[in-house]
């Protein structure tokens, strides 16, 4: 493993330990008030935090496996098992969701269920909630944005969407303590729609990276321009890209003088190559061919 992949592990980890310690001690909290304060929007948003403790276990391992190296049955490398991990991440949530929005629906739709008024305590565990949960959104994207990791930020959305249903919590509460109970199942059910609307982001985005999906058109823009200044490049005829996991995979046909020989012309490819995985830390790989110069201009972007 190089240092780089070593460095970027070590800071999935830490970061997924310290998140870790903060959910389960959320988690707890939101479910000792949900209780005895008799908050079903309290309970739902306890449930959500404890789904958080499973689903950065599983981030973890993405992290671990996707890092390992090539090896003779995997030459590509293992990076599409963190989008495994985000997937399985992802369908955690909607379930997690799912089972929120049928508990609120229960106690809106059966007349016959009495619909108890929280306590005040509730209150102070929304708010608590949602000073930590943003804290740990934030602390978690920087990591994710630095590393480059997927499963990383698919897990600091995972923060972002409980912050939310905090705020909802707040909201709900709030309203029944105001004398209209069913708002705290109202807000119960606004807050699975808030989850299962971030679990299937995260699962669209990942089946996008399993399915060699190209990079998005400002990011080979950029990378065209590069190329067309290095020395010796007249054109591009051709230029691929796709995504590949968390990382980028580049095939790219240039054009350069018919008249220089094999070593110039293979100094070019190198250039190109080298200066394309150095400009862009996401290329995992760059394929650069290079064809004679015939009969079109050099490329402007």
């Known amino acids: 493993m190089t240092s780089q992949k070593r460095e970027a592990e070590r800071i999935a980890m830490k970061v997924s330990r310290n998140t870790i310690i903060g959910n389960f001690m959320l988690s707890v909290l939101k479910f000792g008030c949900g209780f005895f ?23 973890m391992i993405g992290v671990k496996l996707s890092n390992k190296e ?20 992802g369908i955690i949530l909607f379930a997690t969701g799912a089972g929120i929005a049928v508990s609120g629906i229960q106690k809106i739709w059966f007349k016959g269920t009495e619909i108890a008024v929280p306590k005040g305590t509730t209150l102070w565990a929304a708010g608590i909630s ?4 943003e804290v740990m959104y934030w602390y978690t ?20 969407s409980d912050a939310l249903s905090s705020v909802g919590s707040l909201i709900g509460i709030a309203g029944a303590k105001l004398g209209y109970p069913v708002c705290d199942p109202i807000t119960c059910v606004i807050i699975a729609g808030v989850i299962v609307k971030a679990a299937a982001g ?34 591009i005829d051709e230029m691929k890209t796709r995504m590949f996991g968390a990382k980028i995979y580049v095939d790219i046909d240039i054009a350069a003088d018919g008249e220089i020989s094999l070593d110039q012309a ?22 650069v061919h290079v064809s004679p110069y015939l009969f079109h201009t050099k490329e402007k972007k």
């Not at 090539?70 to 991440?89: M, T």
């Not at 949602?130 to 949960?133: R, T």
């Open 37 to 59: 304060g008799k908050s079903s929007a309290m309970l739902s948003d306890a449930v959500h935090s404890a789904s958080d403790v499973l689903s950065t276990i599983v981030v």
């Open 70 to 89: 090539s090896d003779k049955k995997h030459p590509y490398g293992h990076e599409r098992l963190e989008c495994i991990a985000a997937i399985i991440l």
């Open 130 to 133: 949602i000073a930590v949960k």
């Open 141 to 160: 994207k920087l990591a994710a944005d630095k590393i480059h990791s997927d499963a990383l930020l698919a897990d600091a959305w995972h923060h972002r």
């Open 202 to 235: 995260i699962i669209i985005n990942s089946f996008r990276k399993m399915v060699d999906e190209s990079c998005d058109d400002t990011l080979v823009s950029s990378m065209k321009n590069m190329i067309l200044e290095q020395e010796g490049v007249l054109g």
């Open 266 to 287: 293979h100094k070019i490819a190198e250039k190109v190559h080298d200066t394309v995985e150095e400009q862009f830390p996401d290329v995992k790989h760059c394929m």
